[in-house]
């Protein structure tokens, strides 16, 4: 490739070439070769990674398709690629293709429409495609789908507030975790950190479930309540908000823990730092905190908490910041 502009047919090349790649690099019998070759490839071209990147986030939609709609007759071959695969990565050909001229949508299989967006180091806003309006915390991503009886959105990181345009019809479902939230129109936040979610409701009312695998529709929240689960959950853990609720001040870049032990504000610090912060041991976790915080400064905490707090600061053998605390001194005599 020269740096000359790219004509459609070698653009269409080069996003046939990065469906290829992601069906065989997810199929069981890829080889060392063929993942060196793959390399070599994405490196060619600054536009192969990005189309090769495109094609994975089609994966992963095609992904949620169930098994039984994946089923394409084939022809066998000797080391035969798991039908599930087969079926993804026949999806991800025809959503290479304009999605809306695909007939997976009319079955409800596929999405007509596909969005995806990231916050990195300022809160970002967006609007959906149906008209929702998101707010992105920092270090925040997420992925929109628009299916026929549905809207998906998976939050793979970070947090955001929704506002979603209400359609009962067209209920909006947002995987986080292991869990989800089934709404059709609401303002709510959800919180998610490694495989701890927190939702907060604002305003309508909304489904929670800890676990996608579950039977029904989970638990409802109302107004001024809250849903939280980690992995391994079998129900979420509902409480009630207050008035002193600080859940939403990332949206005004604050960070404000009232009083909090260690252990639990560690998940709310953890999430805007590169290096989380580690507790040597249950005495350090006890420790209380306090204070309010700028979400774009929270890296300096790590410097600085040892000037508030009777705590210093070691490394593990990853490189991350532990916190020790410093034994108290018994008084003489």
């Known amino acids: 490739m020269t740096d000359n502009p790219l004509t459609q047919a070698e653009y269409d090349a080069i996003t046939d070439a990065a469906a290829h790649w992601c069906m065989r690099l997810h199929a069981t019998d890829c080889t060392a070769q063929e993942r060196q070759a793959f390399e070599q490839w994405r490196d060619a071209h600054p536009l192969h ?3 090769y990147e495109a094609m994975l986030e089609i994966w992963d939609v095609a992904g949620d398709l169930p098994p039984a709609q994946h089923i394409v007759p084939i022809t066998p071959v000797k080391h035969a690629t798991p039908w599930r695969t087969v079926g993804i990565a026949a999806a991800v050909c025809a959503l290479a293709l304009p999605l809306a001229a695909f007939s997976g949508w009319n079955l409800g299989w596929l999405p007509n429409s596909y969005q995806r967006f990231e916050a990195n180091d300022n809160v970002r806003h967006v609007t959906l495609s149906d008209g929702s309006q998101v707010e992105l915390n920092l270090g925040s991503e997420l992925t929109y789908s628009n299916y026929k009886d549905q809207r998906r959105v998976t939050l793979k990181k970070g947090e955001a507030f ?8 067209h209920p909006f479902v947002v995987k986080a ?4 939230i089934r709404v059709t129109g609401t303002r709510f936040n959800v919180w998610m950190y490694e495989d701890q979610v927190k939702v907060n409701l604002i305003e309508g009312s909304v489904l929670v479930t800890s676990n996608d695998d579950l039977p029904g529709d989970g638990l409802r929240l109302g107004p001024a309540m809250q849903a939280s689960y980690k992995h391994g959950d079998y129900i979420p853990r509902i409480s009630q908000t207050y ?4 859940s939403l001040a990332w949206r005004n870049g604050k960070l404000v823990l009232d009083d909090l032990a260690l252990a639990d504000a560690l998940p709310l610090i953890n999430r805007y730092l590169k290096n989380p912060l580690m507790i040597a041991d ?3 976790g006890a420790i209380r ?3 309010i915080y700028n979400i774009k400064e929270l890296n300096s905490l790590v410097t600085s908490l040892p000037k508030v707090l009777p705590v210093y600061v070691t490394r593990n053998k990853d490189g991350n910041p532990v916190l ?4 108290q001194q018994a ?3």
């Not at 008035?243 to 600080?246: E, L, R, T, V, W």
């Not at 020790?324 to 034994?327: A, K």
């Open 282 to 284: 249950n005495s350090t």
């Open 49 to 51: 990674a990005f189309e």
């Open 324 to 327: 020790n605390s410093i034994p």
């Open 162 to 169: 929704f506002s979603v345009s209400h359609d009962v019809t």
């Open 243 to 246: 008035d002193n609720d600080n």
């Open 289 to 291: 905190i306090g204070g």
């Open 177 to 180: 975790a292991d869990g989800k």
């Open 331 to 333: 008084p003489k005599g």
